[in-house]
């Protein structure tokens, strides 16, 4: 019998049910001037103005709104560097609940004080050191709380994927989506909804060069882990593909695009400048990208996935700076 998907299409629509009225139908923008230097129309979807500033609203409050009361009377825990976090903080706020999260020390403060200020509790640690996961899954049991992981969870996936499915809604029918990678729960989502609405689309993947360890991963057939990367995209900085994630990303993923630092902060300052929206480094990669001909081939319709936009005004001029 054939293996049945963790996630499937009916998963994200029942997920854009779940969290309609509660997150965002964020808005699609497009740019003539972009257009023509891509040599494709772009559609870009604009999860930087999703609750919380990132696409992870979608998936932290389709987990944790599907939670008993008994356990949304005890909390929640999550383990994040910063976006995961400050989804989950909301969520658990929004169902009337309690959140801890374990979050990195050198998480930029703008993430800290926001999660923060949605009422969570941080613990923090060092991630070039410490273990996220073993810590986050010892604090839950010590206190009974729910755990919601960033990404290896199918109800976070199915979230993510809600993204995709209102673009598409929106647009009409694309050739190619393109989604930033890190732990691989938004492109897994993504991919779901997409290929199960458009079966002839492509899906293409983006990663910092100096985390490209879902692209080793799919070229291997099997998870391959890499050192903690060192880049500007914080949110991207995976050490190895989820478990969960990559099942679903090796059917439906077609290919990943690595891009720079440098390419990273070029488009960052493009979306300033002439879209007029402002983009944390990783929700900027799938428009690196585009903006340095990293996916090739390019085809007439292209939707990207901008997935968040929480970056400090001083990080923000910073790292436009160089």
């Known amino acids: 019998m054939p293996d049945t998907p963790p996630v499937t299409l009916q998963d994200v629509h029942d997920a854009a049910a779940r969290i309609k009225g509660v997150a965002h139908r964020t808005p699609v ?45 005890k909390g929640i825990a999550a383990y994040s560097s910063g976006n995961h976090a400050q989804a989950v903080a909301l969520a658990a706020r929004e169902l ?7 979050m990195p020390e050198d998480t930029p403060r703008a993430k800290l004080e926001a999660t923060a200020g949605y009422g969570a509790e941080i613990v923090t640690y060092d991630r070039y050191t410490g273990d996220r996961v073993a810590i986050g899954e010892a604090l839950a ?11 290896e969870h199918p109800h976070v996936i199915a979230g993510q994927g ?6 598409i809604e929106e647009v009409g029918e694309l050739d190619l989506l393109v989604v930033p990678v890190g732990g691989g729960g938004l ?46 995209a914080d949110g991207q900085a995976a ?26 902060r070029d488009a960052m300052r493009f979306a300033f400048e002439r879209l007029k929206t402002v983009l944390e480094p990783s929700g900027a990669s799938g428009l690196a990208a585009l903006l340095a001909h990293r996916v090739a081939p390019l ?10 936009g929480n970056v400090g005004a001083e990080r923000f001029a910073e790292i436009v700076a160089g």
């Open 299 to 308: 085809p007439r319709r292209i939707g990207v996935v901008l997935s968040g």
């Open 239 to 264: 050490d190895i593909p989820g478990e969960l994630t990559f099942s679903v990303n090796q059917r439906l993923v077609d290919d990943i695009s690595l891009v720079t630092d440098g390419q990273i």
């Open 29 to 73: 923008l497009r740019s003539r001037t972009l257009d023509e230097l891509v040599g494709a129309e772009v559609f870009l979807k604009c999860e930087n103005l999703q609750r919380i500033g990132a696409f992870k609203f979608r998936g932290a409050y389709n987990a944790a709104s599907r939670l008993s009361a008994g356990q949304l009377a």
């Open 141 to 151: 049991a010590e206190r009974g709380l729910a755990l919601i992981p960033p990404y």
């Open 187 to 232: 492109i897994a989502g993504s991919a779901t909804a997409a290929k199960g609405l458009l079966p002839g689309i492509r899906v293409a993947g983006v990663e910092p060069e100096a985390g490209d360890d879902t692209r080793r991963s799919l070229a291997a057939g099997h998870r391959v882990s890499i050192p903690v990367p060192r880049t500007i």
């Open 162 to 167: 809600t993204a995709a499915l209102e673009l």
């Open 96 to 102: 009337g609940t309690t959140a801890v999260i374990v």
